[in-house]
């Protein structure tokens, strides 16, 4: 039966949030600031409805409380922050448009998603059997037995069948799409060539490289034209772009030796000790591995010290002060043959049964197929493989340690039991389970300490000004580096754990200088240089790379203008150049040889459909080109049927894509909570 634990364990994608404790510090801290006590600050639009601060946090509440989320980093924090707003989008953007289109789950549908006979990803995530990965009917009918009495599983369930409702009418929705992607005869002709045809010819070109820049001259006008009228090329999200310092936390000499006189001090109990276990479980640093291991799995030398018994180490490897000593050994076999049989852990009385007949000689592999409730090995006799030992641990290692080829045991493991045939056994050798301690190179609290000082005295002299700020780095010997985040960017590119920078840009002003961040080992501080909340990039940040394409469109009416001759060689001749030979260029080519990549010549020679002509001049991305097609071959690679289903199955594909982005972009959704989360 489900309990409503193992629901929230299992419910939807495994999420993380922020530590509670932190969160409500951090919300009381921006009491004042935010005026929270007289307002709720907006954190997004979404198709022209505000949203606000509690409405969100009110849905990341609800959303962390349904997966019972306990721990965080980053990365599962970002997971449960894109759940929360795809839940507001939906909220404000699907449903509504599901509605007008008529969509709806009707009742009878809904039961028979319940029954499994329409798959549900929201149902499978909470109700899959864990043993066998299929979809558990019945575990729905525990749930909901439950659920009569527990009021925290009634709004689970409640949740549960919203998310199914969504799913369902997503997907209705995709399939009207899908429904309307017809590919005709004209668009199966063309794929037909394209696959089939290739072309053989010879070419000529002018690289616009070749045409010095001072020949023509580019207006501000120009510039300005065509910024104008190629705008939607320059489309931005908002932004921010500052400049920061990282303060770098490296050891000194000092704290090298310091480092190795404590570890060789820590080494010499280590190597003594006779409660081994105790010893490395009270160092914060020291670890016991969960699995056996044999000399070929060990470092020559850590192989020579723990086979023999002795204490490995202290030695620094890796950056890392490293002793180990050996746990316990074993002589077991370094590989071993396994069928196996899984069964419910409820299934005692018969696992007992079944070990019994197979020890009697009872033919394990019929077994496995008849009663095994994992199917992926079942079908196969219950085969598992050859698997080192090493690839066992816990009550399995020490179940297999003493087992010889034809042995059958049984191991309870969590919620199954199984039963193990061993059908091939090598040569036993010697095994270890390690007991280690590392200690990381790392600096000590005092040069911490002097590096925060240095940058307390930076973040001083930096403020002011830009020109400020430069200055201070200079001083201080750190170099600025420079980076813009987009609105709904939650870290710097470039710098892991730096969440904090990232709200604190989204919520300074231009010019402000930010607080000592700690991230990583290391220390952070910012200036905000500039801020852009314009819907394109503005042309004097763009000028340079419009300059560079009005001066290409000069230079290809240039050469364009110096080509003369009826034939290829003619203007190969006019244009200074040699011809050159291409063959075997499709439709679908990424480079023609010689050119390199030229997509707008490859589209022009796979559009011919006659031999012998001079092209028209080609505008390519670095030159102009000229060509003529000498030969088109056709092979039989696809036929108009294939074609017809590749061609349909593609659109298709693109249609589930892109249709919700592209809504998504049409409802004009503006992420504002870089300042708050």
């Keep these: 039966m489900a309990s409503l634990n193992t629901l929230r364990t299992k419910f939807g994608v ?56 306990q721990e965080s980093d980053e990365q599962q924090s970002a997971m449960l922050a894109n759940a929360v707003w795809q839940s507001l989008v939906a909220k404000y953007v699907m449903t509504p448009g599901f509605a007008s289109l008529g969509l709806r789950l009707s009742e009878p549908e809904r039961l028979a998603i319940l029954s499994g006979r329409y798959p549900s990803q929201a149902l499978y995530n909470a109700f899959a059997d864990p043993r066998t990965g299929e979809y558990d009917v019945t575990a729905v009918s525990g749930f909901l037995a439950e659920a009569e009495t527990n009021p925290q599983a009634q709004a689970a369930w409640a949740q549960l069948n919203a998310q199914i409702r969504s799913e369902r009418e997503a997907q209705q929705y995709l399939g009207l799409l899908r429904g309307g992607v017809y590919v005709n005869r004209l668009e199966v002709a063309n794929g037909v060539a394209s696959a089939n045809n290739t072309f053989a010819g010879k070419w000529a070109s002018k690289r616009y490289s070749s045409v010095p820049d001072s020949l023509f001259t580019v207006s501000s006008s120009e510039v300005k034209s065509y910024y104008n009228s190629h705008k939607d090329s320059f489309k931005q999200i908002p932004n921010r772009t500052l400049s920061y310092v990282v303060f770098e936390v490296a050891p000194t000499d000092d704290d090298l030796l310091e480092l190795e006189k404590s570890v060789a ?126 690839a066992f641990n816990g009550e399995f290692a020490e179940a297999l340690a003493g087992a ?30 390690v007991a280690s301690i590392t200690y990381p190179v790392e600096a000590s609290d005092a040069t911490r300490r002097d590096v925060h000082n240095q940058a307390g005295t930076f973040s001083v002299n930096a403020k002011g000004s830009s020109e400020a700020f430069a200055e201070a780095a200079s001083a201080a010997a750190v170099t600025p580096r420079i980076v813009t985040l987009s609105q709904g960017d ?15 840009a989204f919520g300074a002003k231009k ?40 001066l290409r469109d000069k230079k290809y009416d240039y050469i364009v ?108 959704i503006q992420d504002l909570r870089g300042r708050y989360f």
């Design 14 to 69: 495994v999420l993380s949030v922020i530590i509670a404790l932190a969160l409500l510090a951090f919300i009381f801290s921006l009491k004042t600031e935010m005026g929270f006590s007289d307002n709720d600050p907006r954190v997004g639009v979404i198709a022209g409805e505000k949203i606000n601060y509690s409405e969100y946090w009110e849905q990341y509440e609800r959303i962390k409380e349904q997966n019972n989320v």
């Design 265 to 390: 001090a820590v080494g010499a109990d280590f190597a003594a000790t006779e409660e081994l276990r105790s010893f490395v479980r009270a160092n914060r640093n020291g670890s016991i591995a969960d699995r056996y291991v044999s000399a070929a799995q060990l470092s020559d030398d850590e192989a020579e010290a723990l086979m023999a018994g002795k204490t490995y180490g202290p030695v620094l490897k890796n950056n890392e002060w490293t002793m180990a000593r050996v746990l316990d050994s074993k002589m077991v076999s370094d590989s071993l043959g396994i069928r196996h049989i899984v069964l419910p852990y409820t299934e005692d009385r018969l696992a007992d049964s079944l070990l019994a007949v197979a020890r009697q000689g009872g033919d394990f592999r019929q077994l496995a197929a008849q009663y095994s409730v994992y199917e992926a090995t079942a079908a196969n006799g219950g085969e598992v493989g050859v698997l080192p030992f090493s």
């Design 404 to 433: 010889k080829q034809g042995d059958v045991v049984k191991i309870a493991s969590g919620d199954a039991i199984q039963l193990m045939q061993i059908y091939r056994a090598d040569k036993p050798s010697k095994h270890v389970l």
């Design 490 to 504: 939650r870290t710097l590119r470039g710098l892991e754990d730096s969440r904090e920078v990232a709200r604190w």
């Design 511 to 550: 010019g402000d200088v930010s607080e000592i961040f700690n991230v990583g080992k290391d220390y952070v501080i910012a200036i905000l240089t500039e801020i852009d909340d314009s819907q394109y990039t503005p042309l004097e940040k763009v000028a340079a790379q419009v300059r560079a394409q009005v």
């Design 561 to 668: 203008a110096q080509l003369a001759g009826s034939t290829l060689e003619e203007q190969a001749s006019s244009l200074g150049s040699e011809v050159g030979d291409f063959d075997e260029v499709a439709y679908g080519s990424y480079y023609v040889n010689g050119l390199g990549m030229e997509p707008r010549v490859v589209g022009a020679i796979a559009s011919t459909t006659a031999t012998g002509a001079v092209s028209a001049p080609v505008k390519g991305l670095s030159g102009v080109y000229v060509f003529r097609v000498d030969d088109i071959r056709t092979a039989d690679k696809q036929t108009a049927e294939g074609e017809k289903v590749r061609a349909q199955a593609m659109q298709e594909s693109m249609v589930q894509q892109f249709a919700m982005p592209a809504i998504q972009q049409m409802a004009e």
